[in-house]
């Protein structure tokens, strides 16, 4: 079993930052994708960014240029570093692991992130 867990979220102002964490712990695979993902009130969750045990990333394109994954394989834990935040970023952050065996893999809580001045 795994468990994942977020951190970071909170309120800032529009133009602001912030950085997320997610570690992953228990029986963690070698080889495994970690990605954060988005749900705004009415809306399907999405994929925001994700990064893989060998450090390939992807973004979506609303956050292309402004928000950095990055991970660190000893610790299981991933990072979501979000500049020049927008009103319309406000969701909850969700944190999946996913080993290269699984499909859908583990979540998280979720984190509330609100951009509001």
């Known amino acids: 079993q795994v468990q994942v867990v977020e951190s970071g979220g909170g309120l800032v102002q529009p133009g602001g930052f912030l950085k997320l964490s997610c570690a992953a712990s228990?029986?963690?695979?070698?080889?495994?994708?970690m990605g954060w993902y988005r749900q705004a009130p009415g809306k399907q969750r999405e994929l925001v960014a994700r990064i893989t045990s060998t450090g390939s990333t992807n973004y979506a394109d609303s956050v292309t240029g402004r928000f950095t994954i990055s991970g660190d394989n000893v610790k299981n834990t991933v990072y979501l570093q979000m500049n020049s935040l927008k009103p319309e970023d406000t969701a909850v952050y969700y944190c999946?692991?996913?080993?290269?065996?699984?499909?859908?893999?583990?979540w998280g809580q979720g984190t509330q992130v609100t951009v509001s001045s």
């Open positions: 228990g029986s963690i695979s070698s080889i495994y994708a």
């Open positions: 999946n692991y996913r080993p290269a065996t699984m499909t859908y893999g583990y």
